[in-house]
T-cell receptor, first 111, second 111 residues
Framework: GQQVMQIPQYQHVQEGEDFTTYCNSS?????IQWYKQRPGGHPVFLIQLVKSGEVKKQKRLTFQFGEAKKNSSLHITATQTTDVGTYFC???????????FGTGTLLAVQP | DVKVTQSSRYLVKRTGEKVFLECVQDMDHENMFWYRQDPGLGLRLIYF???????EKGDIPEGYSVSREKKERFSLILESASTNQTSMYLCASRPGPAPYTFGSGTRLTVV
């Protein structure tokens, strides 16, 4: 069945360093969503990408959707302690068009 | 803002007990979902519902059932709780194909 893999599983950075998480799907996606889950919290929707090659920015966060619509990335510039949490991608596609969540990347930021 | 409310934040139950997890949303969303979240596995879909009295199996429905008697309420039932059902359970809702709004989650421990 459809799978959505995320790497890395865990990343520890110093405050001010950049961070990137990558999402790869086994099938072509119609869209991809990104969510952030703070420690002890629940996933909160960040953004949705729909078009091939699409790039969207939210302040220090840059989201990309691959040309083949099978991968995506989230890049954070100059991380802050408020960025800590788990970042999930969720892709919709495959025969069932169901939303499949990636395994998540846990980001730790050391002050 | 949409609110998705899960009745319990923490729950401890004994093996073999019947467990009810309740979820209520206040925005008249058609679609409601139950996920479980485990470290390294991300979010896995248990059951979902597109309308009142309607339910469909997700990826891991074994050992669970659901009930949706009213549009705003979606209940997850563990017929006979087992220790491998110890997990974080997340309810979500959305109107149509829009992104999810998640509840705060219920951390269930089965002893």
């Amino acid at each position: 069945g459809q799978q959505v893999m995320q790497i890395p599983q865990y990343q520890h950075v110093q405050e001010g360093e950049d961070f990137t998480t990558y999402c790869n799907s086994s099938t072509t996606l119609s869209n991809i969503q990104w969510y952030k889950q703070r420690p002890g919290g629940h996933p909160v929707f960040l953004i949705q990408l729909v078009k091939s090659g699409e790039v969207k920015k939210q302040k220090r966060l840059t989201f990309q959707f691959g040309e083949a619509k099978k991968n995506s990335s989230l890049h954070i510039t100059a991380t802050q302690t408020t960025d800590v949490g788990t970042y999930f991608c969720a892709g919709r596609g495959g025969a069932t068009n169901k939303l499949i969540f990636g395994t998540g990347t846990l980001l730790a930021v050391q002050p | 803002d949409v609110k998705v409310t899960q009745s319990s934040r923490y729950l401890v139950k004994r093996t073999g007990e019947k467990v009810f997890l309740e979820c209520v949303q206040d925005m008249d969303h058609e679609n409601m979902f139950w996920y479980r979240q485990d470290p390294g596995l991300g979010l896995r879909l248990i059951y979902f519902s597109y309308d009142v009295k309607m339910k469909e199996k997700g990826d891991i429905p074994e050992g669970y059932s659901v009930s949706r008697e009213k549009k705003e309420r979606f209940s997850l039932i563990l017929e006979s709780a087992s220790t491998n059902q110890t997990s974080m359970y997340l309810c979500a809702s959305r109107p149509g194909p829009a992104p999810y709004t998640f509840g705060s989650g219920t951390r269930l421990t089965v002893v």
